[in-house]
């Protein structure tokens, strides 16, 4: 078993403040994995003094060398992309193919895209022939990340604040935390200067909250639930800091009845993948009333023939997901589901074979209305919800209806209709189609979904502020 009890605090690696253990289970096994400590006030103060002491330096420093050491991070980040897919892959549930291909190739993808756009990323602007507009680094950042997509979002808050000359604190999720003491050592070797990046474990009530709340943190950039993100930006609130956040949920996936075929099942599959975690997973499935029972049919089926099993095994299957807690909730909003719904694939419990584990079998609800529990909450766990639609302003009107707004998608082979309503969709990004977005591409949601984007320009842009200078060159 693993002992990683110490933070990463002004460049070196420290024992915590005061003895405060963790233990940290596989979900596969539901045995502990290893044991890391809880931070206190006092880490999270030696952290953020760290930081704030390297600020001026950083921010500096200029920006050729910051990239040099993107760069090596990168190289290291590469080199050693099988330990770090074994973390994620024990930590979280994570089959291991999967933590090699997209858990692990969302970090590098991430900072390919960061590095794209800082090459022309402009920090001076002419506003007039005489006056400059500044775009400065920000200052101290508290980074507080989710354990559903463990590198995916620490390169997402950790790789832009560094590139424009912030310092920062993070606070991987105490769930799922050997992957960010990875990224820390990979940090530590690729060279960067003292403080410039610090990191300690520590739960929301605790270094979470510590974080938000401290005086010498100017900037918090959080993503996980509504509920927290809610209670971060009271608590960041007395002292006024940025607060980007990144929140949950309810994904409405329209498909017409000029779809393509592969529509159903490329919905479904996307509902179920990492086992349901993900924050923009489509688990809304709206399907016109003429296509309705096939697709009920087709996704039950998806759901029949999906493989659930251990994060260690090879080929393509979902693991379990990550807690003993998330199994509970999902397990209580499937037998609400089944009060609610007509239960076509799945169920309670876990799929046959499996014992122990956090394992929940794929599950598709049809005849779902919007008002329903299943319809409202975001599950986060492998359920898909099925409701029919008769018009196209009944489907956006349906879709729009949540207090979420992050990701929607629309299915149709009719351009000029995909079009129309996207533009109605009330949410951050509108997939179509299957069609994927590129490297840079804003990440972000709007009403309860949160606010602020990351990657690429707009993930830069997030981290710094703008300052307007007169007179800077003469009449």
């Given at each position: 078993?693993l002992?990683k009890?110490?933070?990463?605090i002004?460049?070196?690696w ?12 596989d979900?596969?096994?539901e ?5 890391i ?8 103060d030696a952290?953020?003094?760290a ?8 921010s ?8 040099a050491?993107i760069?090596?991070?990168a ?7 099988e330990?770090?897919a074994?973390a994620?892959?024990?930590e979280m549930g ?11 190739g969302?970090?590098?993808w ?8 800082f ?8 506003f007039?022939a ?10 101290v ?6 354990w559903?997509?463990?590198?995916n979002q ?5 790789i832009p ?16 935390p050997l992957s960010?003491?990875?990224?820390a050592e ?5 060279g960067?200067p003292?403080g410039?990046f610090?990191m300690v474990n520590g ?6 909250s510590q974080?938000?709340?401290h ?7 959080f993503?996980?639930?509504?509920r ?5 930006s009271k608590?960041?609130?007395?002292t006024l ?12 996936n329209?498909?017409?009845?000029d779809a393509?075929?592969k529509?159903?099942?490329r919905g ?14 489509p688990?809304r499935?709206l399907?016109h009333s003429s ?7 087709q ?5 029949e023939?999906?493989k659930?099993?251990p994060?260690?095994?090879e080929?393509r299957?979902i693991g379990?997901?990550?807690s003993e807690?998330?199994?509970?909730k999902i ?8 009060k609610e ?7 309670l419990g876990?799929?046959d074979?499996?014992?122990r ?10 005849d779902?209305t919007n008002d ?6 975001e599950i986060?766990g492998?359920v ?8 196209e ?7 729009n209806d949540?207090p ?5 998608y629309v299915?149709?082979?009719?351009d000029?209709k ?11 990004m509108?997939?179509?189609?299957g069609?994927?977005?590129a490297a840079?591409?804003?990440f972000g949601?709007?009403k ?7 990657g ?9 502020e703008?300052k307007?200078v ?6």
């Amino acid at each position: 078993m693993l002992e990683k009890k110490q933070f990463y605090i002004n460049g070196a690696w420290v024992d915590p403040a005061q003895a405060n253990d963790y233990p940290v289970i596989d979900p596969s096994t539901e045995e502990q994995c290893a044991t890391i400590s809880l931070g206190s006030q006092a880490d999270t103060d030696a952290a953020v003094a760290a930081a704030r002491a390297a600020f001026p330096g950083w921010s500096q420093t200029p920006r050729e060398e910051r990239v040099a050491l993107i760069q090596k991070l990168a190289d290291i980040y590469k080199a050693r992309s099988e330990e770090m897919a074994q973390a994620m892959s024990m930590e979280m549930g994570a089959p291991i193919e999967m933590s090699r291909s997209s858990q692990v190739g969302a970090g590098s993808w991430h900072i390919g895209g960061f590095l794209k756009a800082f090459e022309e990323f402009d920090f001076e602007r002419d506003f007039t022939a005489t006056e400059k507009t500044l775009l400065e680094p920000i200052g101290v950042c508290a980074l507080i990340t989710p354990w559903n997509w463990p590198m995916n979002q620490i390169m997402l808050k950790a790789i832009p604040a560094m590139a424009t000359g912030c310092t920062m604190v993070l606070k991987p999720s105490e769930v799922a935390p050997l992957s960010g003491l990875l990224f820390a050592e990979f940090v530590h070797e690729a060279g960067f200067p003292a403080g410039v990046f610090n990191m300690v474990n520590g739960d929301g009530a605790g270094v979470g909250s510590q974080l938000s709340a401290h005086p010498d943190v100017d900037m918090v950039s959080f993503t996980g639930s509504t509920r927290a993100g809610i209670a971060i930006s009271k608590a960041a609130a007395d002292t006024l800091k940025r607060v980007s956040l990144e929140l949950g949920g309810k994904g409405a996936n329209i498909i017409f009845a000029d779809a393509d075929e592969k529509a159903v099942v490329r919905g479904a599959r996307h509902c179920f993948a990492n086992s349901g975690q993900s924050c923009n997973a489509p688990t809304r499935m709206l399907v016109h009333s003429s296509k309705y029972e096939t697709a009920v049919a087709q996704a039950a089926d998806v759901a029949e023939k999906t493989k659930v099993g251990p994060a260690s095994e090879e080929g393509r299957h979902i693991g379990p997901v990550v807690s003993e807690v998330q199994f509970d909730k999902i397990q209580g909003l499937i037998e609400k589901g089944m009060k609610e719904a007509r239960l076509v694939a799945g169920g309670l419990g876990r799929p046959d074979g499996l014992n122990r584990g956090y394992y929940v079998k794929p599950t598709v609800f049809a005849d779902v209305t919007n008002d329903m529990t299943i319809a409202r909450e975001e599950i986060f766990g492998p359920v898909l919800s099925i409701i029919p639609f008769e018009t196209e302003e009944e489907a956006i009107a349906i879709a729009n209806d949540t207090p979420y707004g992050l990701t929607n998608y629309v299915q149709t082979t009719d351009d000029e209709k995909r079009r129309r309503v996207a533009r109605q969709l009330r949410s951050g990004m509108v997939e179509t189609n299957g069609k994927g977005f590129a490297a840079g591409s804003p990440f972000g949601g709007y009403k309860q979904s949160g606010n602020g984007r990351e990657g690429g320009t707009y993930g830069l842009e997030e981290f710094l502020e703008v300052k307007a200078v007169s007179g800077w060159a003469a009449e």
